[in-house]
């Protein structure tokens, strides 16, 4: 989380952060700040809250003859989100600057000995101990990339950095250790950027930095060494995205743009891979031999979020066709036990970003014990992309909503396609049953645009239920993960407390809630369990719960029991996540729509968690 912006060159600086940050709004939210090298002097300009409230500043501050600067937009974890809190941070006598993305384990051993050398803290941030001590080191090294390399060696934790110096009116440094920093390249300026929508806008020559890598830029220069001032050869390479990729595109919000991108992301994630279905599927990015997919004892799927739902569904296809036993758990539990991988087991991380910080550290410690590790993420460009011995790419563009719904269905797409693959690898599932997935599957897209096309019913229906506090959504089997994605885009949004339930444990204790204040969402698709789900959701009914199904069934009887009948195309049970996850992403997003809520920004959140 906190994106990071910096700029070395003769254009309007200002413009240039503002428009970078702007554009890494998704990495937090909760204040944001700028500093400049402005007519020879380091100016600081920060606002508490969105965005907006900086530029209202910059626009009242015009500042003139700039060469460089930094900006930050910032998810607190140290210190409430306050404008004194707000970064850049600076030194004693303000010339040494520093935005900062990330979290310094030891700021408090660092604060007590710089405050030990006469610093005074302003704030209650780890990064002001940053800024103090590359100062502190600047004073005897008298050089910003020494004093910036010098800092480093004594941090603890995670960070990007972009740091500048009065003094040195034309050199930025950045630095980076497990949180990300691209440089990104132009004529006559350079910049740095914790992602690349902050610069598509200008320029798609990119280099990413790798951990303890130092860049030093000037306008018509960029060095990169390692910690020891050593030069560093690194490749450069170019975006492939367009600026379009990261606008709206008349849709009033970036949720609702890019539910409604998931026809052609669900074509370009079967792309190359699944195109008739009489040909196996084909996963080149998958790096083990036949030899070592039959011999595959086990596989661990390890994400966090809406990833993590994606990994449940991932579990059973797998289970189910590949007859290989799967466990899925969230990074932030993985990492804090005892894990039994080993090189028998092959290790998948799902992630959208890429970066998420827990999940980094459990594929690494996966590695760190031999296992292979397969990455399915939408950035192939994103630090776990990077260390996978393996890597599908799902290819949904970018996703700027907070909220996560064409990744999600991208990464079902993924995992679909690997399962299959390795069912053929395996001979492991009925020929016939794959061969009608791969059609059904190749028939996705345009069942996905039927439920979009029709789109009234869950608007009416988001209406009837915006004013409820609570939500139960059940379902069971493979639909279960799709009810807790379903749950969890609800709560994300609008603030509803939604919770998702196996339909057959409600009986067992959720149960107790349920009257007419508790509506109850019920997946009801045909096949093994619909006849159970639609039991527990007379259950409800008996309760006097309001009921809403979710289902593809034509069954006239279900008007009796549901008040909203929220239809999708018939579609064989496995692949129904696809199908299901739609609707519930509408109804959420039309929910907190009615409640006016900031949809694409929702409060608290933040799209990549780069912090434990
Ligand atoms: C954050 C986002 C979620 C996302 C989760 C995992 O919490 O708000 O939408 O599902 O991180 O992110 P990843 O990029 O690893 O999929």
Not at 413 to 428: H, R, V, W
Not at 467 to 481: D, E, H, L, Q, T
Not at 524 to 531: A, E, F, K, W
Not at 553 to 564: G, H
Request: some cysteine; charged content about 25%.
């Amino acid at each position: 989380m906190c994106g990071i912006v910096g700029y070395v060159g003769a254009k309007p600086v200002v413009k240039i952060l503002l428009d970078g940050l702007s554009k890494l709004e998704y990495r937090g939210y909760d204040s944001a700040g700028l500093a400049v090298n402005s007519d020879g002097k380091i100016k600081i300009f920060k606002a508490e809250g969105k965005l907006q409230n900086l530029k209202d500043i910059m626009e009242k501050n015009p500042v003139s003859n700039t060469t460089m600067g930094i900006g930050h937009i910032r998810w607190a974890t140290h210190g409430a989100p306050t404008t004194v809190n707000a970064h850049p941070h600076s030194c004693n006598c303000g010339k040494l600057v520093v935005v900062h993305n990330g979290i310094i384990e030891n700021f408090k051993e660092l604060r007590e000995e710089l405050e030990g050398y006469g610093c005074v803290f302003k704030t209650e941030t780890d990064t002001e101990t940053v800024a103090h001590l590359i100062a502190h080191e600047y004073g005897k090294l008298n050089s910003l990339p020494k004093a910036v390399r010098a800092a480093v060696k004594q941090l603890k934790g995670a960070y990007a950095l972009c740091v500048m110096h009065q003094d040195e009116p034309n050199v930025l440094v950045g630095t980076r250790k497990n949180a990300p920093l691209i440089v990104a390249l132009g004529e006559g300026e350079n910049y740095l950027a914790s992602d690349c929508p902050a610069i598509i806008e200008y320029t798609k020559r990119v280099i990413y930095l790798d951990d303890d890598e130092v860049a030093v830029l000037t306008p018509d220069t960029v060095l990169i060494t390692d910690i020891d001032g050593k030069q560093v050869v690194k490749k450069e390479e170019i975006l492939p995205w367009e600026p379009v990729a990261i606008s709206k595109m008349g849709y009033k919000h970036f949720m609702l743009k890019e539910i409604h991108e998931q026809p052609d992301v669900i074509r370009n994630a079967l792309a190359g891979k699944l195109h008739d279905v009489n040909s196996p599927v084909k996963l080149d990015e998958v790096k083990l031999t036949a030899e070592q997919i039959k011999n595959l004892k086990r596989i661990e799927i390890i994400a966090c979020g809406t990833s993590l739902h994606a990994a449940m569904i991932a579990k059973y296809i797998i289970e189910a066709f590949c007859n290989i036993p799967v466990d899925v758990e969230a990074s932030s539990e993985y990492i804090y036990r005892k894990t039994v991988t080993d090189k028998n087991t092959l290790v998948i991380g799902i992630s959208q970003s890429g970066e998420t910080s827990d999940t980094i550290t459990a594929i690494r410690q996966a590695k760190a014990v031999g296992s292979h590790v397969l990455i399915i993420t939408n950035r192939p460009d994103s630090i776990m992309a990077r260390e996978a011995d393996s890597l599908i790419p799902v290819n949904a563009g970018i996703e700027v909503s907070v909220a996560a719904t064409k990744s999600f269905n991208a990464q079902l797409i993924a995992l679909y396609l690997f399962a299959i693959y390795i069912a053929e690898i395996k001979d492991s599932f009925d020929k016939i049953h794959i061969k009608n997935l791969k059609q059904e599957m190749l028939e996705l897209p345009a069942k996905v645009e039927i439920i979009l096309s029709h789109k009234e019913n869950i608007m009416k229906c988001a209406k009837t239920f915006s004013s409820f506090r609570n939500f139960i959504y059940i379902a069971r089997g493979i639909n279960y993960a799709a009810a807790l994605e379903g749950a969890l885009k609800l709560k994300e949004i609008s603030y509803i407390n939604a919770t998702g339930y196996p339909a057959g444990e409600l009986k067992h204790g959720p149960i107790a809630m349920l009257d007419e204040t508790m509506p109850v969402l019920a997946i009801l698709m045909p096949g093994v369990v619909y006849d159970k789900v639609l039991s527990n959701a007379e259950e409800s009914k008996a309760r006097n719960a309001r009921l809403i199904a979710l289902t593809s069934s034509e069954d006239k009887e279900l008007e009796n029991l549901f008040e909203y009948i929220l239809k999708v195309p018939t579609v064989d049970e496995y692949l129904s996540p696809v199908l299901t996850s739609v609707p519930l992403q509408l109804l959420a997003y039309y929910i907190a729509e009615f409640l006016g809520k900031d949809v694409d920004q929702p409060r608290n959140l933040a799209k990549s968690v780069t912090v434990e």
